[in-house]
């Protein structure tokens, strides 16, 4: 009898955006060895997420996915008892992940066939215990930038030489492989070392290094800085990183799949009638909303930039009281009553040169639209990578999560974004002026066209041409990552000790 393909173990986090992209990635990994896809197979391991609103969209995915025709099976674990006592979101994450090892090793100890890698969200790091003790590869998987995997490998070098807050630092933080940044970018697990959010940063940075790889979304060409401090051990001094393996861009499909025959979205309908590169996109990923104060500004900015537009407005979350969040932080937003929100005759206004969509967009559609010249985004990884496929510059306007470590790279670093001016003090706000400032000059064509939105325009551009290449076989660097990891994951495959 055949020996049962190696298999690949997920164990994604419940967020789409975590989930998906990981999924995506391991479905490269499997049809990257030639064999049709029959070399490995992959096991994803459910956990029964937190929230019902999560639970759905993980059960959407699993229905999906199992029609796929691909080797995919779904092993669901027992479900466990939410930590009752974290105060912090990503406390919660890791944490409810965490009381799943026992199980995560039950499932792994049973698979029956050799194991070429546990995958392991970074919010699941510290299982790389459960791997070793089965003595079964384990990659770490890692959904965000290259810098901020750096940041978070740095950071028990960062804790033991910066004693005091980031923002009591004078001056700049110090991150192997990006240039000098400002305390107010860095991301928000970490801008309070009070917070056990904090502690299990610097606790998951920590175990990152004893993983057998780590698999990135990104490629060398798009973050080289980060990716080579980390290659050359400048991260942890003294210590070697786990070989990274940049197999990105992978742009996930989640619900973006169509129906050809079916009419074209009203957005893109609407897109359609707008001439090249006149569009500027607002969006802002899964999480994002804005309160009314904020609404009026943006509404201000934009009948003022003079521009065309197509946003993406949302509404709070049905849960917006304080302390009545989901624990995981992932309370989505709800569709916008646009008569409620925006200012009595904004539509009527900008008829015909813009469209306010109060709902889900179909952003990568959307980004992939001709008519689009440029994108006002929260700074998501996913949605940069996304815009960066399409080559369309960046306006980032940071609210949650990593973002703004995000969005100085963009800016400074790629140099794919123009600046927006956001007050981290004052819940991300931004004026009206500065938005339109940076509207103006990210679309540019008007008298007063800054060099800062040219050089955007021209770096996004050739991101485009660097993002496909990068993932062509015959010489793509990201081609040739997979090619090293699924070389690593044939000779590292074992049958996990019982
Ligand atoms: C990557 O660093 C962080 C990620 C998150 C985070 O947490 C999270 C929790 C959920 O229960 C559901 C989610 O959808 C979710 C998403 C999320 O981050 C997003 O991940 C994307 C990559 O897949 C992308 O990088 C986006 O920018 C993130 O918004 C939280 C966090 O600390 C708050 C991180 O540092
Ligand atoms: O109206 C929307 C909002 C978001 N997205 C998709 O949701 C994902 C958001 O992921 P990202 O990492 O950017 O941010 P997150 O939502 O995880 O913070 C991206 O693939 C977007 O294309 C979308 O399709 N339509």
């Known amino acids: ?127 790389v215990d459960v791997a070793r003790d089965l003595g079964v590869p384990s990659y770490v998987f890692m959904s965000s930038t290259g810098a901020m995997l750096a940041l978070m490998l740095h950071l028990p070098v960062l804790h033991d030489r910066v004693t005091v807050e980031f923002h009591e630092v004078d001056g700049e933080v110090d991150v192997p492989g990006l240039p000098p940044l400002p305390p107010a970018s860095m991301p928000c697990p970490v801008v309070d070392k009070k917070s056990p959010n904090y502690t299990w940063f610097v606790r998951l940075g920590d175990r990152f290094m004893d993983a057998t790889g780590i698999i990135a979304n990104t490629a060398d060409e798009l973050e080289p800085g980060p990716l080579a401090a980390i290659a050359d051990g400048r991260c942890v ?83 917006a009281e304080p302390g009545a969040g989901a624990p995981d932080g992932s309370e989505h937003p709800t569709d916008a009553n646009l008569d409620e929100l925006l200012p009595e005759g904004f539509l009527q206004r900008t008829k015909g040169r813009g469209m306010v969509w109060p709902t889900w967009a179909p952003q990568k559609d959307i980004l992939a639209h001709r008519a689009i ?13 996304e815009s960066l496929w399409h080559g369309v510059p960046m306006a980032p306007w940071p609210l949650y999560a990593e973002q703004h470590l995000n969005a100085f790279e963009l800016v400074r670093d790629m ?61 793509g660097s990201s081609h040739a990552a997979l090619q090293r990891l699924s070389e690593a994951l044939h000779q590292g495959a074992a049958l996990p000790k019982k």
């Open 415 to 475: 140099g794919v974004a123009v600046p927006l001016g956001v007050d981290r003090e004052r819940d991300n706000f931004v004026e009206a002026a500065e938005l339109e400032r940076a509207v103006r000059s990210l679309m540019g064509g008007g008298a007063s066209e800054e060099e800062e939105g040219r050089k955007a325009r021209e770096k996004a551009a050739e991101m485009k041409a660097v993002c496909r290449s990068a993932v062509a076989a015959g010489g």
């Open 1 to 127: 009898m055949a020996t049962p393909a190696p298999a690949l173990v997920l164990l994604p986090e419940w967020g789409s955006g975590h989930l998906m992209s990981m999924l995506e990635s391991c479905k490269r990994v499997l049809l990257a060895g030639g064999g049709g896809g029959r070399e490995f197979s992959i096991t994803l391991l459910v956990m029964r997420p937190p929230t019902d609103e999560a639970g759905s969209e993980v059960e959407a995915h699993v229905r999906r996915e199992a029609a796929s025709g691909l080797d995919i099976r779904f092993h669901r674990l027992p479900a466990v008892d939410p930590p009752a006592d974290a105060t912090g979101v990503e406390e919660f994450i890791a944490r409810y992940i965490h009381l799943h090892a026992p199980h995560v090793r039950d499932a792994v100890a049973g698979m029956g066939r050799p194991v070429a890698a546990l995958v392991l969200d970074m919010f699941a790091a510290p299982m």
């Open 373 to 385: 010249g440029g994108f006002v985004t929260h700074g998501g990884w996913n949605s940069v990578l």
């Open 237 to 319: 001094p003294g210590r070697a990183a786990p070989p990274v393996y940049p197999i990105g861009p992978v742009l996930s499909l989640g619900n973006a799949e169509k129906d050809s025959s079916e009419p074209p979205h009203e957005c893109i309908a609407w897109l359609d009638g707008q001439p090249p590169a006149s569009v500027v996109f607002l969006c802002f990923g899964s999480m994002g909303w804005f309160e009314a104060a904020q609404v009026v500004e943006i509404t201000a900015a934009l009948e003022r930039s003079g521009h065309r537009f197509l946003w993406v407005l949302r509404g709070p979350p049905p849960a």
